[in-house]
């Protein structure tokens, strides 16, 4: 929702389509398995140990609430740094916010264009030892792309979307649905059609 007032990053850029959205929410089914797991615990404990013996159910509710932490770390990790929202021309990540149009077209193009994890697996295969790390020599001499969100690493289980900016940045995107969000950044920049390879 927009406030009065408030006016949008890039709305009069003409190489941006502000009407293309795009949504990528972490999965919430970990979580619920979790919390109704604790609820269901902390109403034994209950059962068992109240009314005589309420510090006791507390300090069990906290150790319990200790390891419930343990197991929500990553889903609360990957909500709070990999969320993405495409929406009026702005992509959000995390934390942090990015105007469409400062996205280079020939990065987006070339995104459709890479391997994706089992092209990657099937030419690291074909590698002989030397060519292999020749290979690791010189992607180590590369600097690294920076991480958008505000996390340190790509979590288990998603991809990594490389985009460039027009200040020449390197950015690494963490996506679960990489060629959709591809074709949506590609739609939103008004480049040339996204051939699906992921």
Avoid: F
Avoid at 11 to 39: F, G, K, M
Avoid at 144 to 156: D, N, Q, S, Y
Avoid at 176 to 182: N, P, S, T
């Amino acid at each position: 929702m927009d406030q009065p007032g408030r006016q949008r990053p890039y709305q009069n850029t003409p190489d941006v389509d502000l009407s293309v959205t795009y949504r990528e929410e972490p999965p919430r089914a970990w979580t619920r398995i979790c919390l109704v797991a604790y609820a269901g615990w902390a109403a034994y404990q209950a059962l068992q140990l109240l009314p005589d013996d309420l510090t006791a159910w507390l300090v069990v509710c906290a150790m319990s609430s200790l390891l419930l932490l343990c197991l929500l770390a990553v889903p609360l990790s990957k909500r709070l740094y990999h969320r993405i929202h495409l929406d009026g021309g702005e992509l959000r990540v995390g934390r942090e916010r990015l105007p469409v149009a400062s996205l280079t077209p020939v990065s987006l193009a070339a995104a459709a264009n890479e391997p994706g994890r089992a092209g990657l697996r099937e030419y690291r295969a074909s590698l002989t030892p030397d060519q292999l790390r020749e290979a690791r020599r010189r992607s180590n001499a590369l600097t690294r792309p920076r991480l958008v969100g505000g996390a340190w690493a790509v979590p288990l289980g998603m991809e990594e979307l490389v985009v460039e900016t027009a200040e020449g940045a390197s950015l690494v995107i963490a996506t679960r649905d990489r060629a959709g969000l591809l074709r949506a950044l590609t739609r939103a920049r008004g480049s040339e059609a996204v051939d699906g390879r992921s």
